[in-house]
């Protein structure tokens, strides 16, 4: 069977390429393959009740399925080029905010109208940082939340499962280069592609470097940012959020002089458990709907890690420090801030008397025996400058929940049209290290389906 287009990975990058080539060409013959499940069918066993940890499912409902990672996070679709990625760099600053914006209306006509769109274009804050030795990053975003977004998801679906070919619980296993296309298999058979976009996220990233150490194409690694998620009443961030949902908010420690900064803000959230790999780590959620709303918001605080030569396995380092709060916490450790800044556990006796509620289940304990000091000290400094500008982050009750990681893949050497040294390769969205966000992938898609159209004419 010959397709005209076999995309790899219903992500959001796959996603918007596949509705791409639907709506400008609908003659295309387009097969979308995922390793996990459709929609409906993506659910996680941990109930906190009698699942209480991950169990390694066959594949992670959480990570892999339709909407990819994206499928159950807070729907932030941020249209900026300061911070998700560096699309610009291979298509334009111009070029990728108007994707972003396209990709916007897309979700605004399946589900997503009526939501909020955040900005920071004229905002106070951006003096009241620069005071204070923080800087805010610039962003529009659109807050869709958990529930909306994935509506925005069941509707794109639903549009397209007639006219694009799914087929899920199929990963795929290799890519072979043939003369006028590619050979896409999965286990012993195959489907022959003119041409194959490859959208695997970050759960592909282990199979992405096989494929691209296998063809030959050049690739490089050096990166991954390593943190804690807070957690603080609402009200102590109330003015930031209610402005501007989300701020990006970056300081440069004056001990080592790293850049920490804030990281997928979740005004009235959840803090929720996230397995990458085997491995637990933490991240969070808000929810459109005012009945899921907590007291509570949270954020992460990250600190980049760049290696130099001769180390590669940036992840590797990442994923380290995490499976050791795995082997102390079983799974993610939380502490209050007073007990990490005395160097004493938080026990559950503590958290209990503590002011503020836990949203996450996890074990109380010492982030000063997981965490690298370089690191710890940056988020402590980080703390008490968020303190200036939002009295009451360095309270001894916040909560900080650990490890964060934000794994990045590798690199893959691309072209301006996002194609790799074989003709009609594509390789997008997270998988390919040049988009890390909802908005960036999702625009690759689309950016790279407008490439195919072009070439085949
Ligand atoms: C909990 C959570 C919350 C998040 N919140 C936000 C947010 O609010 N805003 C934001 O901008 N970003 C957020 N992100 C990041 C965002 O989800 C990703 O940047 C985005 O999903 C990347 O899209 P993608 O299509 O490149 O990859 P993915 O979404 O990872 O999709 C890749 C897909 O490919 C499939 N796949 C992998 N290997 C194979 C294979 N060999 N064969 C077939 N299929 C394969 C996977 O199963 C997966 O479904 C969040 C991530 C998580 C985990």
Not at 15 to 33: D, G, N, Q, R, T
Not at 237 to 254: G, N, Q
Request: net charge neutral.
């Amino acid at each position: 069977m010959k397709y005209d287009v076999v995309i790899i990975g219903a992500g959001p990058g796959g996603i918007f390429s596949a509705y791409e080539l639907m709506k400008k060409a609908p003659k295309l013959k387009v097969l979308v393959f995922e390793t996990g499940n459709p929609l409906d069918k993506r659910h996680c066993p941990i109930d906190g009740k009698k699942v209480k940890s991950c169990i390694k499912c066959p594949t992670c409902a959480i990570m892999n399925g339709f909407g990819g990672a994206g499928a159950f996070s807070d729907g932030k679709y941020n249209i900026t080029n300061d911070f998700g990625g560096t699309l610009y760099q291979y298509i334009g600053k111009d070029k990728a905010l108007e994707l972003m914006r396209y990709v916007d209306d897309i979700n605004m006509s399946h589900g997503g109208e009526g939501t909020k769109m955040f900005s920071t274009a004229g905002s106070e804050f951006k003096k009241v940082c620069m005071q204070n030795k923080l800087t805010l990053l610039d962003a529009s975003v659109r807050h869709l939340g958990t529930d909306i977004n994935y509506i925005v998801l069941e509707n794109l679906y639903n549009e397209m499962k007639d006219k694009i070919e799914f087929r899920f619980r199929t990963p795929v296993t290799k890519i072979e280069a043939e003369k006028d296309g590619y050979k896409v298999y999965y286990g012993d058979e195959y489907v022959e592609a003119k041409k194959c976009i490859v959208s695997v996220g970050r759960s592909g990233s282990k199979w992405i470097e096989e494929v691209c150490k296998e063809l030959n194409i050049d690739t490089l690694s050096n990166r991954v940012d390593i943190g804690v998620r807070v957690e603080i009443p609402a009200a102590i961030f109330s003015h930031l959020t209610d402005a501007l949902y989300e701020s990006k908010i970056v300081y440069r420690t004056e001990k080592f002089e790293d850049a920490v900064r804030t990281f997928c803000m979740n005004p009235n959230g959840i803090v929720v458990n996230e397995n990458t790999n085997g491995i637990v780590t933490v991240n969070g959620h808000s929810f459109e709907d005012p009945s899921k709303k907590t007291e509570n918001t949270n954020f992460a605080l990250l600190v980049s890690k760049h290696f130099s030569e001769p180390f590669k396995d940036s992840n590797g380092y990442g994923e380290s420090i995490a499976r050791l709060s795995n082997m102390l916490g079983g799974g993610v450790i939380v502490q209050r801030f007073g007990d990490l800044e005395r160097g004493r556990r938080s026990n559950a006796k503590r958290i209990e008397e503590g002011t503020i509620r836990p949203t996450l289940d996890a074990t109380p304990g010492d982030l000063s025996l997981v965490l690298p000091k370089r690191i710890l000290d940056g988020i402590i400094e980080m703390i008490y400058a968020l303190d200036k500008i939002a009295p009451g982050t360095a309270n001894d009750d916040t909560l900080l929940y650990g490890v964060e990681v934000k794994f990045y893949n590798m690199e893959v050497k691309l072209d301006e049209n996002l194609e790799t040294s074989y003709k009609g390769l594509y390789i997008i969205g997270d998988g390919s290290g040049v988009t890390h966000s909802l908005s960036h992938a999702s625009a690759s898609g689309v950016y790279v389906a407008g490439k195919i159209i072009e070439s085949i004419g």
